[in-house]
């Protein structure tokens, strides 16, 4: 498996523009999380998905932020509009407490840039 | 509500050195924790968690019930132990949420 993939790995868009993440989880996980990292908060929690249905959004930031799961193989995270202060790195993490224990496994990550 | 501390956003040591990475948690039930571990250009990954009680690459952490602390130790760094580590804890009753602190950034100079 080449673990959990997300696309693009960089993004610089301009502001007011709407911004799509994609993430795809390791095969047969049935967690899903998506982070943000930044220098002065660190790894926030955004939201997290189990069986593709959302468990917890409260770490969402504003109604600007959505993110779904339509399928166990793919999951978004959208920006609309995009603000200079949303520029940071977006994970994904996928996990399966079932299978392989509570480790999270997480993708490379989206450098996100907003001007 | 969950949380965990890191109350260090950098340590910088002396290669040889003793380490010890901070970690405070808040949690009303019984909590797994968890060391994370983001080396320059690599994927964050599991360092260790508290359950294994095991010591990876020198590393180990106690965690203290009492002090409600997680705290990373390795008695000499090696320069390749610079890193960002991410305290990590599990909120359990079936929910599986994972919430981080803020991070450390460990330097080890030679």
């Known amino acids: 498996d080449a673990g959990v993939i997300q696309s693009p790995r960089h993004e610089v868009t301009e502001m007011g523009q709407e911004v799509t993440l994609r993430c795809k989880p390791i095969?047969?996980?049935?967690?899903l999380f998506w982070y943000r990292q930044t220098m002065m908060r660190g790894l926030e929690l955004l939201i997290y998905f189990n069986n593709n249905v959302p468990i917890d959004d409260s770490g969402m930031p504003e109604d600007r932020f959505s993110a779904k799961m339509p399928n166990a193989s793919f999951s978004t995270l959208k920006i609309q509009p995009s603000e200079p202060r949303d520029s940071a790195v977006y994970f994904c993490?996928?996990?399966?407490?079932?299978?392989?224990?509570?480790?999270?496994?997480f993708g490379q990550g989206t450098r996100l840039t907003v001007v | 509500a969950q949380r965990v501390t890191q109350p260090e956003k950098l340590l910088s040591v002396f290669k040889g050195a003793p380490v010890e990475l901070k970690c405070n948690y808040s949690y009303s039930g019984s909590p797994e924790l968890f060391w994370y571990v983001q080396y320059s250009r690599q994927r964050l990954q599991l360092l260790l968690r508290h359950i294994s009680r095991e010591s990876i690459k020198g590393f180990t952490a106690d965690l203290n019930k009492g002090e409600t602390s997680f705290h990373l130790k390795k008695p000499f760094a090696q320069e390749e132990d610079s890193a960002m580590y991410y305290c990590a804890l599990r909120a359990g009753g079936g929910y599986n949420k994972l919430i981080f602190g803020a991070g450390t950034r460990l330097a080890v100079h030679p």
């Open positions: 095969s047969g996980h049935d967690y």
């Open positions: 993490a996928s996990s399966s407490p079932g299978r392989t224990g509570t480790e999270a496994f």
